[in-house]
């Protein structure tokens, strides 16, 4: 291979710069133009599709001055384009902008899809839901035209908020050691013992009122100690005389608040069937009461309000769903398997809400933490399976909604895990009522709640994951193994966790 350097002037002769090229190959042949000689480089199919292009040394032009150009010169053939200077100056910078162009895309994907994941994966890793609780409250009628609350909350924060409240040191010690050594009888002992200190502080911030009139409480029997998703509990009975009888009572609480320090966005879950009436209600520090003659759309604003809450607050369905993302390959992928995904925890949520279905915590949790492991680990299998073609489909093996056959394996693993996520957010919820259409009505915003915030994140980082792909698609398959390969630790992090009860 010959390379020189001509100029537009017959009367010097031009200096040659060996070349060497595997990608191009060129020929040099003479076009007369106006008694002028140009040199004249063809680049080759092989070349343009490759991309590959070498430059030599430019030199001078002796003589006049004129436009130079760069030679690649074989074979005969004198079809070509003509490069000069400023051509070559012209694609130097073309490359310089394409990468640049590239550079900023990945930039900014890869900024925007951390800005929508982050702020939500703030919480602890062992719980996977933050330091929260949910205090749950029963109404019904009582003896001798008295309202009957029956309240149940963790007993570990009602020992430390009530002791703390009614300076009672001798309630933390021996409360603390009661739940330390996992003694359901000495845990109840302890609040027995300290029945006035316990009793101020819940009747202090939870309370009942009949038009505007103050009820007073009274404590009906024994505290006693149960469990919900393997968390002791404290229930505790409360009888509530009113000033006058009414067909309309308010309840108001503000159990365990954020300014004490040891929990935050606490919700208190009622359930209430009185003055006629039968529902649900969810208070929280923005919605802290409700009356049993409000409306129905106040009442399910509240439960969309706790659906949606509930998912934000969930770093394991955040991951769960940030790994669904990853690893889908086009947008019909993800919006099938997030409708799978909705379709199956919508039942299973609905059955065990209604107490039709019960599967114990100490089941339902490790399976969460192991599906986050499993439909990340799902994308990383296929990464090191099919290299820099793992988003690419199999076109033999296309079917309905042109899916193609580990599509629809991954579309039935994720509805199998999403009957088992649906178990999880009934048991957060923590109602599990007897069937009634007002509850069902509840139960299906919650739902709604959910899928509204679910939604928003597909909307919000699905697009930007395809930005990526398909400007830099190294770096798009190099940013879906990285989250993948990191939910996928988290998940097996909590699965041994959960398993270890630690």
Not at 189 to 213: E, N, P, S, W
């Amino acid at each position: 291979m010959a390379a020189g350097l001509g100029c537009g002037s017959d009367q010097s002769s031009p200096e040659l710069h060996p070349v060497t090229s595997a990608a191009a190959a060129a020929s040099m042949a003479t076009a007369r133009s106006g008694g002028r000689k140009a040199i004249v480089l063809r680049v080759m199919a092989e070349s343009a599709r490759t991309s590959s292009y070498s430059y030599p040394n430019s030199g001078h032009c002796r003589g006049t001055g004129r436009h130079c150009g760069i030679l690649f010169s074989i074979g005969s053939s004198a079809g070509g384009l003509l490069f000069t200077h400023g051509v070559q100056r012209a694609l130097a910078n073309r490359g310089s902008r394409m990468f640049g162009h590239v550079r900023r895309t990945v930039i900014v994907a890869v900024v925007g899809i951390a800005a929508a994941v982050v702020p939500f994966l703030g919480t602890g890793p062992a719980s996977a839901h933050g330091f929260s609780s949910t205090v749950y409250a029963k109404i019904t009628p009582g003896d001798e035209g008295h309202i009957r609350t029956a309240v149940e909350l963790e007993y570990d924060l009602l020992v430390v908020s009530a002791a703390d409240s009614g300076d009672d040191d001798p309630l933390f010690q021996e409360g603390t050691a009661a739940f330390d050594a996992g003694d359901s009888e000495a845990q109840a002992a302890a609040l027995h013992k300290h029945a006035d200190t316990t009793l101020r502080y819940v009747a202090d911030r939870f309370t009942v009122t009949a038009q505007g009139a103050a009820c007073q409480s009274t404590r009906v029997g024994d505290v006693t100690i149960g469990e919900r998703e393997g968390v002791p509990y404290a229930n505790l009975l409360l009888d509530w005389a009113c000033p006058q009888r009414t067909g309309e009572h308010e309840v108001r609480s503000g159990l365990f608040p954020d300014g004490e320090g040891y929990v935050k966005g606490t919700k208190t879950i009622v359930t209430y069937e009185i003055d006629g009436r039968s529902g649900s209600a969810a208070l929280d520090v923005d919605n802290p009461s409700f009356s049993t003659g409000q409306s129905w759309y106040e009442r399910f604003r509240e439960f969309f309000l706790l659906g949606a809450e509930h998912l934000l607050s969930g770093i394991d369905h955040i991951l769960f769903l940030l790994a669904l993302i990853a690893g889908s390959r086009r947008l019909r992928e993800i919006v099938l398997a997030a409708t799978s995904f909705t379709l199956a925890h919508s039942v299973t949520f609905m059955l065990a809400a209604l107490g039709l279905v019960e599967v114990p915590a100490a089941i339902v949790e490790p399976v969460i933490a192991l599906s986050i492991a499993v439909v990340a680990g799902w994308h990383l299998w296929g990464i090191w399976r099919r290299g820099d073609h793992a988003t690419a489909l199999d076109p033999a093996g296309r079917g309905h909604f042109s899916l193609d056959r580990s599509g629809w394996i991954r579309l039935g693993v994720v509805f199998c895990f999403g009957l088992v996520h649906g178990l999880g957010f009934a048991g957060a919820l923590g109602i599990d009522e007897a069937w009634s259409w007002t509850l069902l009505w509840s139960l299906l915003v919650f739902n709604v709640g959910i899928e509204v915030v679910q939604l928003a994140i597909i909307a919000v980082v699905f697009p930007l994951l395809i930005v990526l792909r398909r400007r830099a698609p190294k770096a798009g398959l190099w940013a879906t193994g990285a989250i993948s390969a990191c939910v996928s630790i988290m998940g097996l992090i909590w699965f041994a966790q959960r398993v270890s009860g630690s």
